[in-house]
């Protein structure tokens, strides 16, 4: 008989979640509760990685093309909903979720879709700083 | 130090004030993060040091993304699928993420490269690409010919970029599992 385990978001709402696709979690794996609760993560980010967690669970081969554009459809979010994904993921460790938003993330960079704040506006001088730098080392 | 006036201060009030904007702009508070939001109208003493401030382009749920914000292992592993050509734009981006992007710089050649970096001084195998050779020194490291007075200050900032470092291999972050 599998277990259910509760996951709660930062929001309060609670989340059931069979064994199988909860354990994808290291972070739950290693809980010794079968109740976890996501600081800061809400649940309509946490229903998306219990979402993902779920079809994982059920496909024994991630290799399989069907899962590969699911995947890629999952990912395929705006860039505020995927860092809250990348940070969930984190705290849950989910290894193949957090390569897939990151690898996303990386994508975007290079596609220059990506825009961030600090992309938009720096506010750092490098050369200013390398000056600065090799002053203090006494150059 | 802070070398460019940005607006992450902690310290501003939080007013909160909704649809189109008070006259004075508002702060939203974001758990610990402050992000301010531009005014139309006249400058405010709390503005006075912020008079460049800027037009976030966000989603206003009430957070932006930051690549900042992320985990420095998660920061690092983004950068690492970056190509050379496109982490140059991010280079001057801000400090964070300048050390970020050296540090994956670094993991890129480590682990792409399959035989053993040979150090400076031993024989350089001249039968291989150069390209690589020219790699391994750091960009803009300066040419140290006696000790270095700060060694402390570098110790302590390698420490911190090495700990970031540790922690992402410990979790594995860095492996690449696929062989294809």
């Not at chain 1, 506006?121 to 001088?125: E, K, L, M, Q, S």
């Given at each position: 008989m599998s277990r259910v385990f509760k996951l709660k978001s930062s929001d309060n709402e609670t989340f059931e979640v069979e064994e199988a696709a909860a354990l994808l979690s290291e972070t739950i794996k290693s809980s010794s509760s079968t109740e976890i609760t996501v600081p800061n993560v809400k649940a309509e980010i946490l229903g998306k990685v219990v979402e993902w967690c779920n079809k994982h669970a059920e496909?024994?081969?991630?290799?399989?093309q069907l899962i590969k554009e699911w995947d890629a459809e999952f990912v395929s979010v705006d860039q505020h909903v995927l860092f809250k994904l990348i940070t969930a993921a984190d705290y849950l460790q989910i290894k193949e979720l957090v390569d897939q938003l990151t690898q996303r993330v990386g994508d975007m960079i290079k596609a220059k879709t990506l825009k961030t704040v600090e992309m938009t506006?720096?506010?750092?001088?490098v050369e200013r700083e390398v000056q600065e730098e090799l002053k203090s080392l006494g150059f | 130090m802070a070398l460019g006036k940005n607006c992450?201060?902690?310290s501003l009030k939080c007013s909160f004030s909704s649809?189109?904007?008070?006259?004075e702009g508002f702060v939203r508070a974001l758990g610990r993060k402050r992000i301010e939001i531009p005014d139309a109208g006249p400058k405010t003493p709390l503005k006075k040091q912020r008079s460049e401030c800027f037009a976030f382009d966000f989603d206003?749920?009430?957070?932006s993304s930051k690549?900042?914000?992320?985990?420095r292992e998660i920061l690092i592993k983004i950068l690492c699928g970056v190509d050379h050509e496109d982490l140059k734009q991010l280079f001057s981006v801000s400090k964070a993420i300048r050390e970020a992007t050296l540090i994956a710089k670094q993991l890129h050649f480590v682990y792409s490269t399959p035989r053993k970096i040979p150090a400076f001084r031993t024989k350089i195998d001249?039968?291989?690409?150069n390209d690589e050779l020219d790699e391994i020194e750091a960009p803009n490291a300066p040419r140290l010919h006696?000790?270095?007075?700060s060694r402390k200050k570098l110790e302590e900032i390698s420490v911190n970029l090495l700990d970031s470092l540790e922690e992402g291999i410990r979790r594995g972050l860095f492996m690449d599992e696929d062989d294809e």
């Open positions: 496909s024994e081969d991630t290799k399989d506006y720096p506010t750092f001088n | 992450r201060s902690s649809g189109g904007g008070g006259e206003f749920e009430g957070e690549l900042e914000a992320l985990p001249f039968s291989e690409s006696r000790e270095l007075p």
